[in-house]
């Protein structure tokens, strides 16, 4: 009987549930943190909203009221070339310009199509001509693009460096940010 006891060894241990536990925790927590921290990249602030002048007297029209400065002044012409100001004196705030959809086809395949919907943040008012000629940059550049080059989310990161660079080219600096709203090859 002895012979058996030595030749099994000691009874197993039961396994305790609290590491797993455990790892399960740090990996929520890592999850929380890493959900938060894309959210944050990925949020775009909206702009500033410019403060309203006090409500106006009842015997005022609404139309004198805009035609008059804050506090009661005429409204000042700017310059031409001066940057836009707001109500207080300060440069206007970053604006979000909405380009035009871009369906054309890719490179190769030919017979591949792409639809681009692209937003430009404006560090301060934009420029109608330079949004037109970025449009058209974008989609000039966007028909030589290969399927390959942009397929996957390593490709769609290249296509967004491509482009931001692009926009940084004819803009000098201009734009802070390009934003995708759709992306889509068919």
């Not at 058996?4 to 943190?33: D, N, R, W």
């Amino acid at each position: 009987m002895t012979d058996q006891l030595a030749l099994e060894g000691p009874a197993p241990k039961k396994s305790s549930p609290i590491p797993a536990i455990g790892v399960i925790a740090v990996l929520c927590l890592l999850g929380l943190g890493g959900g938060w921290f894309v959210g944050k990249m990925l949020f775009v602030p909206a702009p500033p909203a410019a403060s309203t002048p006090a409500a106006a007297p009842a015997h005022e029209a609404p139309a004198e009221v805009a035609a008059a400065g804050e506090h009661g002044e005429a409204p000042k012409a700017e310059a031409h070339g001066e940057p836009a100001k707001d109500g207080h004196g300060a440069p206007a705030g970053p604006s979000l310009v909405s380009l035009d959809p871009i369906i054309t086809n890719l490179g190769y395949p030919a017979e591949n199509w792409i639809r681009l919907e692209l937003a430009l943040q404006f560090n301060g008012p934009s420029d109608p001509a330079v949004v037109q000629e970025l449009h058209q940059e974008i989609m000039a550049y966007v028909r030589t693009v290969p399927l390959q080059q942009i397929q996957g989310p390593r490709g769609f990161q290249y296509l967004r460096d491509d482009l931001r660079e692009i926009v940084d080219l004819r803009t000098k600096g201009r734009v802070s940010k390009v934003l995708f709203k759709t992306f889509v090859i068919e």
